[in-house]
């Protein structure tokens, strides 16, 4: 398996495991590797304080009881020798190599000091200077290494003495034996630690994150009702948002789908029965071979291209959605070209299309084709829905920075209530299927989407039921005809 595919669970355990494993490697190379440089280096720094601090009370009349004090806490070996090479006091640590010398060859480091411009060290390997020194070799592992620093001072009488000091600067057995206890103790911590956070962030993240999975995919074999619960982190409880939403737009979608299959169904089975019908009755009875019949052929024939039409066209919408094929035209002259158009059909129908425009020309920089699109659709559905007086009125006016346009009808209007929907894909608030009315519900979402897709374009409708219907767009027109390039 791929670490990539691992679970959440396992990943957050690995990743944990990991770390905490560098941390305790870590460690551990810095007890083996860098301990005893990191004990010298605070050794000689502490030896070198040692020393400013006597230097400091050097005119003390007690600085043989601070000498003694100081040399029992910090177990530090400390000789005082004056110009003659006499030692004034001296206090040696436990282990001292110092207290194993002559008096000369202590008081060789004063000559030291005074050869290296007043102060001098060397570290000293304890067996090394002298084997009779008893030494907890054994114990240690090896030799121990020990300071051995001189500095000369001057006391308030101006006389000149050398503080000698000795210090270990290897860590003891002892020492080395807890600190090696408290590392075990602090590696087990961390890598229980490690597990404890690992199995609270996995219960925390995880689980909800499992549940939302179970839940989608429940969604996806069809149970549209599932409510994502959105308990742990924000980033979940947004997720969770996201999939309600997502599932409810879905099941919608579906319940449309459904629907429309029906509708359509029906819609092309009625004027398909009716074509058969009709073309099988002409076939056999020459008498019937009428005018009117043939009509009624021709008429559903075109009820059956226009809901093809809508269709295809919402398919081709939705396909290319974001392309719009923007030309500079004149609105007038495109709506008065559809308004004789659709004038022309359906007078003989007793319909009267009138059309109000401004008086000159008013260009507009869109996707004609579309913008014509938006125009039929809402044509043809003030023509479905037109009242008893059979009228349809185009007005196109100029409002502000916009041309608008209205196409109103003095029909069935529409409820309030189901104003904000007839925008939605498959829409259709009477589906009683009327008479004579081919609807497939994508008339106004084909609108809805054109008029979205360009910059500045507005649609809606004022409409209440009984009252007509007046649907309208807008778009931004051109103030300056110069900037026409097209
Ligand atoms: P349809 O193909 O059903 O007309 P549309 O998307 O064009 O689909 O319209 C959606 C619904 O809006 C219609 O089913 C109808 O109920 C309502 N509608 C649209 N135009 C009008 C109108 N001019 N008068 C009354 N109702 C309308």
């Known amino acids: 398996m791929k670490l990539n595919h691992l679970k959440l669970k396992w990943k957050i355990f ?45 005119d003390d009349s007690q600085i043989d009881v601070f000498i003694g004090t100081l040399a029992y806490r910090e177990d530090v070996t400390i000789i005082v020798v004056d110009k003659n090479e006499n030692i004034r006091y001296q206090v040696f640590a436990s282990r001292s190599v110092l207290a194993h010398l002559t008096d000369e060859s202590i008081s060789a480091y004063y000559r030291y000091a005074y050869e290296n411009d007043g102060s001098y060290y060397e570290f000293t390997k304890k067996n090394l200077l002298d084997t009779s020194i008893p030494h907890d070799d054994q114990e240690q592992g090896g030799s121990t290494e020990t300071l051995i620093y001189s500095k000369i001072v001057r006391n308030a009488n101006d006389e000149e003495l050398c503080l000698i000091l000795e210090s270990e600067t290897t860590p003891m057995a002892p020492t080395m034996r807890m600190s090696m206890a408290l590392l075990i103790m602090i590696s087990i911590s961390v890598l229980l630690m490690a597990g404890a956070t690992a199995f609270v962030l996995s219960r925390r993240v995880v689980k909800p994150i499992e ?6 995919n429940a969604m996806t074999d069809g149970e549209f009702d599932i409510e994502f619960a959105s308990s742990g982190f924000k980033e979940i409880a947004d997720l969770s948002t996201a999939l309600n939403y997502a599932s409810k737009e879905i099941s919608t979608v579906e319940h449309l789908r459904r629907e429309l299959l029906s509708n359509v169904s029906h819609d092309l089975r009625t004027p398909l029965t009716l074509i058969k019908g009709y073309a099988e009755m002409m076939r056999d009875f020459q008498d019937e071979l009428t005018s009117e019949n043939m009509q009624v052929v021709i008429d559903e024939t075109e009820r059956l291209t226009y809901l093809v039409n809508d269709m295809l066209d919402l398919s081709r919408m939705q396909t290319s959605k974001t392309e719009l094929h923007l030309t500079h035209f004149d609105i007038i002259k495109t709506l008065s070209g559809i308004v004789e158009r659709h004038d022309a059909m359906l007078k003989p129908k007793g319909y009267s299309v009138e059309y ?13 084709l579309k913008i014509t699109q938006v125009i039929y659709n809402l044509l043809s559905n003030a023509i479905n829905y037109a009242g008893d007086d059979m ?6 006016y100029k409002k502000g920075k916009n041309v608008r346009i209205e196409i109103i009808d003095n029909g069935i209007g529409i409820d309030v209530d189901k104003i904000p929907h007839i925008w939605d894909r498959y829409y259709k608030s009477d589906k009683s299927h009327r008479r004579g009315i081919v609807g497939t519900g994508l008339g106004l979402s084909i609108v809805k989407s054109v008029m979205t897709l360009h910059l500045g374009g507005v649609y809606g409708v004022d409409s209440s039921r009984g009252n007509g219907s007046k649907f309208y767009i807008e778009l931004p027109f051109e103030t300056n005809k110069n900037d026409n390039k097209d």
Do not use: C, G
Not at 391 to 396: A, F, K, P
């Open 356 to 368: 109000e425009h401004s008086d000159e020309s008013v260009p507009i920089y869109a996707d004609e």
């Open 391 to 396: 009228l349809i009125l185009v007005r196109e």
């Open 211 to 216: 549940k939302l999975t179970n839940d989608a």
């Open 14 to 58: 690995l990743i944990l495991a990991i770390f905490a494993l560098v941390v305790v490697a870590l460690l551990w190379v810095f007890q083996i590797v860098f301990l005893d440089d990191f004990y010298r280096t605070v050794r000689t720094s502490r030896v070198r304080d040692i020393t400013d601090t006597i230097t400091a009370n050097i």
